[in-house]
């Protein structure tokens, strides 16, 4: 969609407030081809590698896309729904349902209207696609709010340069919000702390808890990344909410990527040594990630449960994504109404 001020513009329509609801992205389909389009975007991006770029283009194009996308492909084949991606599904559920909670929160409060968009950082519905939209509906006032309750330059950090990108081309700029993070947030806190709940109330309670956060080179942290702090402080308020000790309730980084260090204890190696130790029992949950996807439904659910179970374990079990949980979208309308009340 391109804009055009002469046919676009009418000076009788009424200035609105756009939402960019984000998060990272799917390919469009589970094949060869589409995983390879996606990976190249996803891992083009300098924010996510950190590394020479000539190196990296050779290294990239030369054999991790020539490897890779059958592999992944394969993955996300097994997560597949009729709906299509599980990531882009949710988060348009995520995106209709958080319309009409944040009407119920903004009644007789917010006299602009109110729009929000979807937008993946790699992939689709792109970001600029999503800006596009709502300078369409006359939006001269923006949150963008990434679905990562933990700040990373990989991630949030991206989503703000893809935006930047978009925005630096505009003849009017409008007023910016970024939310660069909500992992300490109260009512994002009570609502991971609700789904263990419920989960145990209807499963029981494992010997174990295992907070699993995708993680990020060492490098990253040292040079500066709050990441592994924001969720360190995420899993310490999630394990108060909750009653328990550091024992029964255990933090740990999965998805590592290459060969240099990432952020640990590593989430299949602390499976492996625990099924090794005699836990008998574990339940795992992905506070970082807010909805459901490749690295949840297949690394962690499928994938590290055979680790633990081949290394002594008795009995895995995933807890799902906060998702579209009523909880989960009334913690995201709380927080995108307080920010309404500031632009």
């Known amino acids: 969609m391109t804009y055009n001020a002469q046919t676009d513009f009418d000076h009788n329509q009424q200035p609105a407030i756009g939402i960019l609801l984000t998060n990272l992205g799917t390919p469009d389909a589970p094949t060869k081809a589409a995983v390879r389009t996606y990976l190249k975007e996803f891992l083009s991006d300098p924010r996510v ?33 009729d709906e299509g991606s599980p990531l882009l599904a949710i988060s348009k559920r995520q995106r209709d349902k958080l319309e009409g909670a944040l009407q119920q929160q903004l009644s007789g409060k ?55 990108e978009v925005l630096c081309n505009w003849r009017r700029v409008p007023a910016l919000n970024f939310i660069d993070s909500y992992h300490d947030d109260p009512a994002y806190i009570d609502a991971l702390a609700a789904s ?11 010997e174990r808890l295992l907070m699993s956060f995708h993680g990020i080179p060492e490098r990253y942290f040292k040079a500066g990344d709050p990441y592994p702090c ?49 836990v008998a029992s574990v339940d795992v949950i992905c506070p970082g990630f807010s909805a459901d996807c490749l690295e949840t439904l297949e690394e962690v659910a499928l994938e590290n449960r055979d680790y633990f179970l081949e290394a002594g374990g008795s009995q895995y079990r995933y807890i799902p994504a906060l998702n579209d949980s009523d909880a989960h979208i009334e913690a995201l309308a709380q927080l995108l109404a307080t920010q309404l009340g500031e632009v």
């Not at 020479?52 to 993955?75: D, E, Q």
């Not at 990432?262 to 005699?278: H, I, R, S």
């Open 196 to 206: 263990v709940r419920t989960y145990w109330q209807q499963h029981g309670q494992s």
């Open 110 to 164: 917010q006299a602009a209207p109110v729009h929000i968009e979807l937008a993946m950082r790699y992939g689709n519905p792109s970001i600029r696609a999503g800006l596009e939209a709502l300078r369409a509906k006359n939006c001269r006032k923006l949150i963008i709010l990434p679905l990562y309750p933990q700040y990373s330059a990989t991630t949030s950090g991206s989503t703000f340069d893809a935006v930047a």
């Open 230 to 278: 924001h969720c360190q402080k995420t899993a310490r308020l999630l394990r108060e909410k909750l009653g328990l000790s550091e024992e029964q309730a255990h933090i740990s980084f999965q998805s590592r990527f290459g060969r240099e260090p990432w952020m640990q204890p590593y989430t299949d190696a602390t499976l492996k040594q625990w099924g090794k130790d005699g």
């Open 49 to 81: 590698v950190e590394q020479p770029r000539w190196l990296w283009w050779l290294v990239l194009n030369g054999v991790i896309l020539n490897i890779r996308p059958a592999k992944s492909a394969a993955a996300y084949g097994k997560v597949w729904s």
